[in-house]
């Protein structure tokens, strides 16, 4: 035979074989059964243990490639045996079918969303008024700051009338309802105030610009009257400045001076409003969380401060007034000057006195009793203050605040005696002008937008 006949068909399979080595499959075959060692006695077994082998695809043996003798290859796989054993019950992997969701779900998991997303959203404010997620929400002070400041450019405006002003006074009690309007109508005040606010307090920080509008006023309680010069723009106008800003989503601080400029110094009778420093920093806490679906009393809220002018207490004002006076050489406890001073004299020191001085503590809380209407309490550094605060439409910027002030019976009622200067022998009592008989009441009003 020759050899090199013999070689070549086997060659040609070897290189078939390989060139069709991606064609092999695998198929579960059952074991073969054992052999028995007897051949007297055979006994059937069945085994645990399935067995793999490869099995090569069936080859065309008609191809041109054979050209003479055929043989069979038999491949023998070494390959170890796959093992089934049975696994314990903790081990065995369930997959659950999902529950279809409801249009319910759907619905609690739209309003969990937008609850988060407004409570998690940082807090902001007008002069007064909260803002957080473009949304307004009431005040949680009413004569003290707030430490929030605005975010963009934020317009607001103000009005807030007492029915008995300290200074006016005394404010006396009444019984019935015609007294009180007697009362309204004699000793009642208001203040009309303009704010701007722009920047981003929970970045580089807010600038606030406040000015009040005595003149605005005095002509809605008391009519134009004699004395409102209409061709002086400038008369009872007063402007304050503030800045904020804020350590995290839910504190921040406000520094400011209210009143600081006033614009016709020559007015005494308008531009009245007392200049005061103040530092203020506000905390909100989270009561409930945002799965939590109930909707009262979710928010409270802190403020704590310090500040003088118009936070001092009004013995602490009577003080600094008599001194005020001595110093502008105007008669007073304790001082008799030989020619009296005039009546811009008097005037001038009085407000000064007013002004600023001893820095005093001042405060407030808040509680949101349900969204839109808050509970709030404060110690404006001269008495404790309280009342509500209401936003009645959900996506305007209008609150209503009423007050109660004067709740406590200290130096703003009658019996008080202080020591008016310090080289004045007695304690002597307020000027009944300063002081009052009762809780006075008061409103705020204040419409704000933001753009």
């Not at 077994?45 to 069936?58: G, Y």
């Not at 609850?115 to 959203?121: A, M, N, P």
């Not at 005040?189 to 406040?210: A, R």
């Not at 009645?392 to 008016?420: A, D, H, L, Q, W």
């Amino acid at each position: 035979m020759n050899i090199k006949h013999s070689i070549m068909p086997g060659v040609i399979l070897l290189f078939a074989g390989s060139a069709n080595s991606q064609d092999l499959q695998w198929e579960l075959v059952p074991p073969p059964p054992p052999v028995p060692t007897d051949s007297s006695s055979i006994t059937t077994q069945q085994s645990d243990k399935l067995v793999w082998e490869r099995v090569i695809p069936e080859t065309n043996f008609d191809s041109p490639l054979f050209t003479s003798e055929s043989s069979v290859l038999s491949v023998e796989e070494t390959d170890p045996t796959l093992v089934w054993e049975p696994v314990e019950d903790d081990d065995v992997i369930v997959f659950e079918e999902e529950q279809p969701i409801t249009i319910e779900d759907s619905t609690q998991a739209i309003q969990t969303a937008l609850r988060t997303l407004d409570e998690e959203s940082p807090t902001y404010a007008s002069s007064r008024a909260l803002l957080r997620n473009d949304r307004w929400h009431p005040q949680i002070s009413y004569l003290i700051p707030n430490g929030y400041g605005p975010k963009r450019f934020i317009f607001d405006g103000v009005i807030t009338g007492t029915d008995c002003t300290l200074g006016k006074g005394p404010c006396e009690p009444f019984t019935t309802f015609s007294n009180w309007q007697e009362s309204i109508k004699n000793q009642a005040n208001g203040s009309t105030y303009f704010n701007v606010g722009f920047g981003d307090t929970q970045s580089w920080g807010g600038i606030l610009i406040t000015t009040s509008a005595e003149t605005i006023s005095a002509s809605l309680g008391r009519g134009d009257g004699p004395l409102v010069d209409k061709t002086n723009i400038l008369q009872g106008i007063q402007t304050g400045l503030h800045y904020s800003k804020a350590i995290g989503p839910d504190t921040s601080f406000r520094t400011g001076v209210e009143n600081w400029i006033t614009w016709d110094s020559e007015d005494f009778t308008f531009s009245d409003m007392t200049r005061n420093f103040y530092f203020v920093g506000s905390q909100r806490f989270r009561l409930k969380k945002s799965t939590n679906e109930s909707k009262w009393f979710r928010n409270a809220y802190l403020t704590l401060g310090v500040g003088n002018g118009e936070f001092k207490p009004i013995e602490q004002t009577f003080k600094d007034q008599t001194l005020a006076l001595k110093n502008a050489g105007c008669a007073t406890y304790g001082f008799s000057p030989e020619t009296p001073c005039s009546n811009e004299s008097f005037k001038r020191a009085l407000r000064t006195g007013s002004d600023y001085g001893q820095i005093n503590p001042i405060g407030a809380v808040s509680i949101e009793i349900v969204d839109g209407l808050h509970l709030l309490s404060e110690w404006s550094g001269r008495n404790l203050n309280a009342g509500l605060s209401w936003r009645p439409f959900k996506e305007v910027g209008f609150v209503i605040t009423p007050m109660i002030e004067s709740i406590v019976r200290n130096c703003e009622y009658p019996g008080c005696k202080v020591k008016p200067i310090s080289n004045f022998p007695e304690r002597v009592p307020l000027p009944d002008v300063v002081l009052t008989s009762r809780a006075r009441l008061s409103l705020q009003v204040s419409f704000q937008v933001q753009f």
